[in-house]
């Protein structure tokens, strides 16, 4: 029998400087400590058994619910290699692998089309969600919240808001409602309403605003609540031969634009990519003088203009007259201006939530994962070509990607308690 002790230094002090709540619960309980030089977490044998523990119940919840195979490849180019190995015989068997590479789990997966890959993603995300631990602070939640890419068809990631200043942390909302958890550009299903939906409109009228070129300078020149004016954010696109076009994206005053989501819009819609805020001189050739006075009304056709949701039914609103020194007053949607809607809002503090229940507040959001499928690569791992053979009738199969990694560290630092 041995006679070695094992190692828990178990100690009531906190290590200095450090308020992630996993961090000071671990260290306390012996399983681990921090170096502050490196902000590195090293854990010791009670901190690494727990973290492989979630490791494996992660693996076997991803096979046997989402087909995921346990490999050992050590890197991107082995598993494409060994899926492209099999996948002719063995089909879907072999094209869904799972990696341990040090703390962390790497996930890669092909489907023959959009639909089997989003199929796959969430039945991943069903399955991550039922094997991380029970126990943990009362507080403390799991959930996949998605996040929109110009690059890739969807991406979401596993969240927890995990106390204060998290190892690993994304700057998120959360409402206090509901505690339904937002990124800056999580998608947002919830159409504010607007403040004048049940007046009667007004008159489309100019009048003279000078050096209101912002919309907090205009509000206090005109005496007028924030959310009645309509916002105008212009950029720059490019379709594939290079060529310029002009953007105008429109959101309620009080609201600011998304550019990852518009420029999946874009790239939906139009085919350009690229997308860059405009400069004032290149905004003269294309459009004329405009900067700070820019409106839905009469824009030049050469004008790609897209609305956020929060514009639609926007009544008696002050809009840009798109001339220097001058708005626009009683502008109406429906009435003065139409144009395509899209969710294009990014997330901020004191936006409703979607329950309608509370407005969000500030928080920092643990990333313990990031599950993403597309054709367009590899966010989180090396480049590599996508995934495909010639069946019998010589067409290709599985063009579609799923990527993704767990951060087995974080999700263990989101169970401890201090």
């Known amino acids: 029998m041995s006679d070695f002790t094992r190692l828990v230094p178990k100690t009531e002090n906190a290590p200095a400087k450090v308020k992630d709540t996993g961090v000071v619960g671990l260290v306390k309980d012996g399983a681990a400590a921090y170096n502050a030089k490196s902000g590195e977490l090293l854990l010791l044998p009670a901190g690494e058994e727990k973290r492989s523990d979630i490791a494996g119940k992660l693996l076997n919840a991803l096979f046997e619910q989402a087909g995921f195979q346990h490999v050992d490849c050590g890197s991107d180019a082995a598993i494409f290699s060994l899926a492209e190995r099999y996948v002719r015989e063995w089909q879907d068997t072999a094209t869904a692998f799972a990696e341990c590479r040090g703390r962390n789990i790497r996930l890669l997966g092909w489907s023959k089309e959009v639909t089997g890959a989003g199929d796959r993603m969430e039945n991943a995300m069903r399955a991550l969600l039922s094997a991380l631990p029970e126990e943990r602070p009362a507080k403390e939640t799991f959930a996949f919240v998605e996040a929109v890419a110009p690059d890739v068809t969807r991406s979401s990631f596993l969240l927890s808001p995990s106390g204060e200043s998290p190892l690993r942390a994304e700057n998120g909302f959360v409402c206090p409602a509901c505690g339904k958890m937002f990124l800056p550009d999580t998608p947002y299903a919830f159409r504010a309403p607007q403040p004048g939906e049940s007046e009667q409109e007004q008159a489309l009228e100019d009048i003279e605003t000078p050096g209101a070129n912002t919309i907090v300078d205009l509000c206090k020149q005109l ?43 874009l790239k939906n819609e139009h085919g350009l990519t690229g997308l860059r805020t405009a400069e004032k001189a290149e905004l003269f050739e294309m459009i004329g003088e405009v900067a700070g006075y820019c409106g839905p009304v009469n824009l030049p056709e050469n004008v790609i203009v897209v609305c956020d949701e929060s514009v639609r039914g926007a009544k008696n609103t002050v809009v840009g007259a798109n001339r220097p020194g001058y708005h626009r007053k009683g502008c109406c949607w429906g009435r003065d201006f139409t144009a395509p809607l899209a969710d294009i809002v990014q997330i901020a503090e004191g936006i409703p939530c979607i329950c309608g229940k509370a407005d969000l507040v500030a928080s920092a959001l643990r990333v313990c994962g990031q599950l993403s499928y ?40 989101a169970t401890q308690t201090c």
């Open 374 to 413: 597309g054709d367009a690569g590899t966010p989180s791992g090396d480049q590599h070509k996508v995934l495909s053979y010639r069946d019998r009738e010589g067409n290709h199969e599985y063009p579609i990607e799923l990527d993704g990694i767990l951060f087995t560290e974080s999700i263990l630092l």
């Open 223 to 265: 005496g007028i609540d924030i959310e009645y004016t309509l916002k105008a954010m212009l950029y720059v696109a490019f379709d594939a031969a290079g060529a310029s076009h002009p953007v105008a994206a429109f959101v309620r005053g009080d609201f600011s634009v998304s550019m990852n989501k518009l420029s999946a819009w």
